[in-house]
């Protein structure tokens, strides 16, 4: 089993920054993905960004360029840096880890967060 534990979010005005942050325990293998999804009132759950034990990187074009993903193996933490946020980046933020090719998917409790215009 793995428990994941978000923390970071927040009320922020446009165009500031929050920093989430994913703390990751229990079973966790060599080989995996974390990612952080995001989901607003009404609508479907999206992918935002995704990092894998690698470091490669894979990010949701409506972020690109303005949130950076990144992790550190020995805190077993992921992070998220939201720059230059906007309204529309408003949802529950949830970090995910898949491992054992897609066998194990865990998610978080989520955390808000909240752009105001």
């Known amino acids: 089993q793995v428990q994941l534990v978000e923390s970071g979010g927040g009320l922020v005005q446009a165009w500031g920054s929050l920093r989430l942050s994913c703390a990751a325990s229990g079973r966790i293998f060599a080989i995996n993905v974390i990612s952080w999804y995001r989901q607003a009132p009404g609508n479907q759950r999206e992918l935002v960004a995704a990092i894998t034990n690698t470091g490669s990187t894979n990010y949701a074009a409506t972020v690109k360029g303005r949130f950076t993903i990144s992790r550190d193996d020995v805190k077993k933490t992921v992070y998220l840096q939201m720059n230059s946020l906007r309204p529309e980046d408003t949802a529950v933020y949830y970090c995910?880890?898949?491992?054992?090719?897609?066998?194990?998917?865990?998610w978080g409790q989520g955390t808000q967060v909240t752009v105001s215009s």
């Open positions: 995910n880890l898949q491992q054992d090719r897609g066998a194990e998917n865990y």
